[in-house]
Structure formats: C-alpha cells, structure tokens
T-cell receptor, first 115, second 116 residues
Framework: AQKITQTQPGMFVQEKEAVTLDCTYDTSDPSYGLFWYKQPSSGEMIFLIY??????QNATEGRYSLNFQKARKSANLVISASQLGDSAMYFCAMRENSGYSTLTFGKGTMLLVSP | GAGVSQSPSNKVTEKGKDVELRCDPI?????LYWYRQSLGQGLEFLIYFQGNSAPDKSGLPSDRFSAERTGGSVSTLTIQRTQQEDSAVYLC??????????????FGEGSRLTVL
C-alpha cells in the first residue's frame, strides 16, 4: 500500500492566486514527520516545510503553509500569492519514527503558474 | 564544499557495463540516502546508511545494485551489468538524524545515467 498519495498529477494556477496541493498519508506510527519538497526543471530538490505529528499548530514558512489534518491523515501544502517561479514539481514525503529515518515520497504534483 | 556533491553528473554507458556513482555528503551528516528518479516520476528509495552501516537496503531493485560507505562519509553506488531500465537520475541525500522524525534531507544535484 502506498504510504504517501498525491492525487493531483498536475495543477494550474494564475499568478498571485493561492493554490492547494493535496497529500494524504498512511501510517500506524504515532510519531512521524511530513515534508514538502520543490523540484524545478533544473532538477534540484528544495526543502520547503516540515510538520511533526505532535505539532499543535500548522507549519508556516513564508508563502508556504501546511494544512495538517491529523484525523484525516492529510498534509496539504498551501502556496499563497503564487509566482511564476513556483512552477515546479512538488513532492510530499513522510518519515516514520521507527528506528531509522528513511523518507518515503509521493509521486508528485506538477504545478504550472500562468501570468 | 557546503552541499552534497555527486559525481559524475552525467554518465552514458553501454548495456552490460558496470558503473559507479559517488556521493560526498555534507560534513557531519551521519545519515546518507540513495534515491532513483526515472523520467517524470517520483523518488524511489534505494538504500539508507547510518554511519557505515546500511540498516535499510530494501529498495535495491536487484542484486546488480550495491552500495557502500566508508569512513562515515563518501558513498559509492555500483550497478553491475547495466540494463536500459537502469537509466534514471540517481539522487544522493544526507541528513543529521535527530532521533525522531524531524530533520530534512539535503540533496545533491544527481547523477544522470543513460544506458544505451
């Protein structure tokens, strides 16, 4: 069974609008972490934001926020005021606290921001 | 250097040849990971090192794939008798284990392997 599911292969948004990228996860571990990475066409993997399972508040980093709904096992990324440079592939990932620290990635969502 | 360094950045080889890909993690990062990314796909986990030991090799796709890490630093991923389906970008990442789930991975720029 997939541990990370990103159901949107592609998303389109206009510049300056907000966009939500969906991510659901599956784990029975009470302690886990959720990550979002951005991969532009250049191929580099850029860390965006982290949410721990015990964190009481949703994580925010500048224009990025994570809508964490623990009971629904969802960790959606919200990008506010989209910019052309936000066009990229976005990956959701999870690390379970099970003694070692592998990150499991979803298949990604391609975001295209239009002028 | 300050980041994760991978070499070669590009490798073209003939089917059946062996290849070695190298990763030099960020200094002080004890955890090291190898992932594979095929064209337009997500990241496929291959192997994870903590220090010189590999507690998780579950992602290695076949016995043609092996990896080692020496001195708790540089790692080499070896693919023997390469096949065309091995063509992909091989990404290395490192991190500082926190004892819990936090701690992001820092990625290198990848080694693009093309098997003709």
């Amino acid at each position: 069974a997939q541990k990370i599911t990103q159901t949107q292969p592609g998303m389109f948004v206009q510049e300056k609008e907000a966009v939500t990228l969906d991510c659901t996860y599956d784990t029975s571990d009470p302690s886990y972490g959720l990550f979002w990475y951005k991969q532009p066409s250049s191929g580099e993997m850029i860390f965006l934001i982290y949410q721990g399972s015990y964190d009481q508040q949703n994580a925010t980093e500048g224009r990025y926020s994570l809508n964490f709904q623990k009971a629904r096992k969802s960790a959606n990324l919200v990008i506010s005021a989209s910019q052309l440079g936000d066009s990229a592939m976005y990956f959701c990932a999870m690390r379970e606290n099970s003694g070692y620290s592998t990150l499991t990635f979803g298949k990604g969502t391609m975001l295209l921001v239009s002028p | 250097g300050a980041g994760v360094s991978q070499s070669p950045s590009n490798k073209v080889t003939e089917k059946g040849k062996d290849v070695e890909l190298r990763c030099d993690p960020i200094s002080g990062h004890t955890a090291l990971y190898w992932y594979r990314q095929s064209l337009g796909q997500g990241l496929e986990f291959l192997i994870y090192f903590q220090g010189n030991s590999a507690p998780d090799k579950s992602g290695l796709p076949s016995d043609r794939f092996s990896a080692e890490r020496t001195g708790g630093s540089v790692s080499t991923l070896t693919i023997q008798r390469t096949q065309q389906e091995d063509s992909a970008v091989y990404l290395c990442a490192s991190s500082v284990p926190s004892g819990g789930p936090a701690g992001e991975l820092f990625f290198g720029e990848g080694s693009r392997l093309t098997v003709l």
